[in-house]
Nanobody, 120 residues
Framework: QVQVVESGGGSVQPGGSLRLSCAAS????????MGWYRQAPGKQREFVAL?????????QYQDSVKGRFTIARENGKNIAYLQMNSLTPEDTAVYFC????????????WGQGTQVTVSS
């Protein structure tokens, strides 16, 4: 069974930074991709970012985080990072990491979420 665990959430003032980490265990695939969604109270879950592979990686970002957030993977490991800079209160949400082994017909695996709170 694949397990996905996020860490690094917390409280920060506007303009501050946080670095989220995501570790997936129980699977290994050169075709895997990982990423993040977030959900604020009373709002729908929305896509944040993804990275397809540590080998010649392709990236994708939600428009509202472009230029502020950076996603990366550690080579040879199922570990992804989300560096979040210039945070605003609108970034407050529970952030969920997903891991997809890339096998046709399989579903992604999700972490339990980590809380990010941006306030003065």
């Amino acid at each position: 069974q694949v397990q996905v665990v996020e860490s690094g959430g917390g409280s920060v003032q506007p303009g501050g930074s946080l670095r989220l980490s995501c570790a997936a265990s129980g699977s290994s695939s050169s075709q895997s991709f990982m990423g993040w969604y977030r959900q604020a109270p009373g709002k729908q879950r929305e896509f944040v970012a993804l990275i397809e592979s540590a080998r010649s990686p392709n990236y994708q970002y939600q428009d509202s985080v472009k230029g502020r957030f950076t996603i990366a993977r550690e080579n040879g490991k199922n570990i992804a990072y989300l560096q979040m800079n210039s945070l605003t209160p609108e970034d407050t949400a529970v952030y969920f990491c997903f891991y997809n082994p890339g096998t046709t017909g399989t579903r992604p695996f999700w972490g339990q979420g980590t809380q990010v709170t941006v306030s003065s």
